[in-house]
Nanobody, 123 residues
Framework: QVQLVESGGGLVQPGGSLRLSCAAS????????IGWFRQAPGKEREGVSC????????YYADSVKGRFTISRDNAKNTVSLQMNSLKPEDTAVYYC????????????????WGQGTQVTVSS
């Protein structure tokens, strides 16, 4: 069964850090670009970051550039998102997704999605 499972979400104070993980089962992440998206209440799902399968190129939304870092460990079949200097506006459900065709901000280009993990940034 093909599955992506996110973990690592939680409640953190502004300025704090969290590390999200995306683990795959039933398929190999090596051949897929992996994107992280987030969706806040009442808002559309937006792309946060992506890492390509070919050369490991990384992409970030302007709102997280310099604060978030995406990385992949193909041996463990996982992708991580290190989030530092978190702000209240980072509060959302975070999803990872896999795309065979490459990184994109368009949700329709992704083949598999995880169930999401809640990140809440609040004092």
């Amino acid at each position: 069964q093909v599955q992506l499972v996110e973990s690592g979400g939680g409640l953190v104070q502004p300025g704090g850090s969290l590390r999200l993980s995306c683990a795959a089962s039933g398929f190999t992440l090596d051949y897929y670009a992996i994107g992280w998206f987030r969706q806040a209440p009442g808002k559309e799902r937006e792309g946060v970051s992506c890492i390509s399968s070919s050369d490991g190129s990384t992409y970030y939304a302007d709102s997280v550039k310099g604060r978030f870092t995406i990385s992949r460990d193909n041996a463990k079949n996982t992708v991580s998102l290190q989030m530092n200097s978190l702000k209240p506006e980072d509060t959302a459900v975070y999803y990872c997704a896999a795309s065979i065709v490459g990184c994109s901000v368009y949700v329709g280009q992704y083949d598999y999605w995880g169930q999401g993990t809640q990140v809440t940034v609040s004092s």
